[in-house]
């Protein structure tokens, strides 16, 4: 099946820095979403690309839906400590009928630290 | 604008008991997907729920089964339960035009003993 697979695993960086975090996979996808889940809670929507190519920006947070539509990559700039948890990428691919249902496969997710 | 909610928080269950897990998509929502995650993983697609029918699922046995309300509301329930079946159950809602952009619930964290 298929499978993203995330680097790096974790992250310790200093408040101001940048981080930067990537995504693979050996299939294709029509979509890429980003998502950062804090403990004991459910993940959260940061960024959704749709088009290959595409350059997406949050805040600090700016996405990249790679050519070749295998990859993704996080940018997040001048980190703060309220960053801190992990990201998730996951990926989605229209059924091959053109319906569109719904199951998004996820990354294994990249654990930042941000130290103060 | 409510979020996707959750019941209950936290559950304990015995080996071989049955299990039934709630959720309420957000407002305006009409797609319900759950999620398992274990600890340190990502999350893994169970099913999906639209128009009260499951219409996609992913590689999770029969134990597995779901229902979905006519105010989109959802169920999960898992019979026969093991000890692997511990983690976090994540519920997601979504448009159904727009199936990709899922909006996750605080999840139900169910421990196996």
């Known amino acids: 099946g298929q499978q993203l697979n995330q680097s790096p695993q974790s992250m310790f960086i200093q408040e101001g820095e940048d981080v930067s975090m990537n995504c693979t996979s050996s299939s294709i996808f029509n979509t890429w979403l980003w998502y950062k889940q804090d403990p004991g809670e ?6 959704a690309l749709y088009k290959a190519g595409e350059l997406t ?12 539509r295998k990859d993704s990559f996080l940018n997040i700039s001048a980190s703060i400590p309220s960053d801190v948890g992990i990201y998730f ?28 | ?6 019941s209950p928080t936290h559950l304990i269950k015995t080996r071989g008991q049955q299990v039934t897990l709630r959720c309420s998509p957000k407002s305006g929502h009409d797609t319900v997907s759950w999620y398992q995650q274990a600890l340190g993983q990502g999350p893994q697609f169970i099913f999906q729920y639209y128009e009260e029918e499951e219409r996609q699922r992913g590689n999770f046995p029969d134990r597995f089964s779901g229902h979905q309300f006519p105010n989109y509301s959802s169920e999960l329930n898992v019979n026969a339960l093991l000890l692997g079946d511990s983690a976090l159950y994540l519920c997601a ?20 003993t």
């Open chain 1, 89 to 116: 990428c996951a990926g989605f691919i229209a059924n091959a009928g053109g319906t569109s249902y719904g199951k998004l496969t996820f990354g294994q997710g990249t654990i930042l630290t941000v130290h103060p």
């Open chain 2, 1 to 6: 604008d409510a979020g996707v909610t959750q």
């Open chain 2, 93 to 112: 809602s979504s448009l159904q035009g727009f199936p990709y952009e899922q909006y996750f619930g605080p999840g139900t964290r169910l421990t196996v």
């Open chain 1, 57 to 68: 920006s949050n805040g600090r947070l700016t996405a990249q839906f790679g050519i070749t």
């Open chain 1, 42 to 47: 459910g993940p959260v929507l940061l960024i």
